[in-house]
C-alpha cells in the first residue's frame, strides 16, 4: 500500500504537470470559462483513451483491506470496521488537513489564493501565475491519484469511467460547500457522502 500511495502520487502529479504544458496552461489568459470547459474535455479524453488502452471491463482488485476490526462486541452481534475503513479515512482526513494549511499558510497558498481570486490582478501584483497554476495542476493530479487509490482499495475495483461518478460528486460537494471554499467543499463532501 505505501508504494502504491507514492506511486499514485507521483503518477498524478506527472499527470498534472503534463496537462498544464500541453492544455491548462495556454488558456489561462483566456478566462476561467476557458479553463473550466478544458477541463470537461480533458475529462472525456483521459477517461476514452483509458478505455482504449485498458478496455471497458471493471478491474477486481483481490481483497487485501478488508479484514474486520472489532471495536465493540455486544450481546446480539458487534460493532466493527474494515482495516481499509482504520487505514483510509485518516488518510484522507491527513490529506484534506493538509491541503488547508498548505493553502492558508504557504507562500504557494498566498499566490494560489490571489490567482483564485483574480488571475490578472496576481499577474499586476508580481504573482507568477504560470508557475502556481503549474503546481496547483500537479497538486490536483497527485490529489487524483490519491482520491482513486482510496477509492480502489476501499471499493476493491477499478475502471476506466469511475472517474466521471466521483467527478460528478466533487462538484456537487464543490457547490453544496461553496464554490472557492477548500473548507466548504471538504464539509460538502463529508454532506454526500452521509447521504450515499
Known amino acids: 500500500l505505501p508504494a502504491a500511495l507514492l506511486l499514485a502520487l507521483?503518477?498524478?502529479?506527472?499527470?498534472?504537470?503534463?496537462?498544464?504544458?500541453?492544455?491548462?496552461?495556454?488558456?489561462?489568459?483566456?478566462?476561467?470559462?476557458?479553463?473550466?470547459?478544458?477541463?470537461?474535455?480533458?475529462?472525456?479524453?483521459?477517461?476514452?483513451?483509458?478505455?482504449?488502452?485498458?478496455?471497458?471491463?471493471?478491474?477486481?482488485?483481490?481483497?487485501?483491506?478488508?479484514?474486520?476490526?472489532?471495536?465493540?462486541?455486544?450481546?446480539?452481534?458487534?460493532?466493527?470496521?474494515?482495516?481499509?475503513?482504520l487505514l483510509l479515512a485518516p488518510l484522507a482526513l491527513a490529506a484534506a488537513l493538509a491541503i488547508l494549511r498548505l493553502v492558508q499558510r504557504s507562500a504557494f497558498g498566498r499566490s494560489y489564493r490571489a490567482c483564485a481570486d483574480d488571475l490578472e490582478a496576481a499577474a499586476l501584483v508580481g504573482v507568477d501565475v504560470d508557475a502556481t497554476l503549474r503546481r496547483t495542476c500537479m497538486l490536483g493530479g497527485a490529489l487524483a491519484g490519491l482520491a482513486g487509490l482510496v477509492v480502489a482499495a476501499r471499493y476493491?475495483?477499478?475502471?476506466?469511467?469511475?472517474?466521471?461518478?466521483?467527478?460528478?460528486?466533487?462538484?456537487?460537494?464543490?457547490?453544496?460547500g461553496g464554490i472557492g471554499s477548500l473548507p466548504g467543499a471538504a464539509a460538502g463532501g463529508q454532506i454526500g457522502r452521509a447521504h450515499v
Do not use: C, N, Y
Open 10 to 85: 507521483l503518477a498524478g502529479a506527472a499527470l498534472g504537470r503534463a496537462l498544464h504544458a500541453l492544455v491548462l496552461g495556454p488558456l489561462w489568459r483566456r478566462g476561467s470559462q476557458a479553463l473550466l470547459i478544458a477541463t470537461i474535455g480533458l475529462a472525456l479524453v483521459l477517461s476514452e483513451g483509458m478505455r482504449l488502452a485498458t478496455g471497458s471491463r471493471q478491474a477486481w482488485l483481490p481483497p487485501f483491506l478488508d479484514r474486520q476490526v472489532v471495536l465493540l462486541a455486544l450481546a446480539d452481534g458487534s460493532v466493527g470496521l474494515s482495516v481499509g475503513q
Open 156 to 176: 476493491g475495483m477499478v475502471a476506466f469511467g469511475m472517474g466521471t461518478l466521483w467527478g460528478f460528486k466533487a462538484l456537487a460537494a464543490a457547490i453544496v
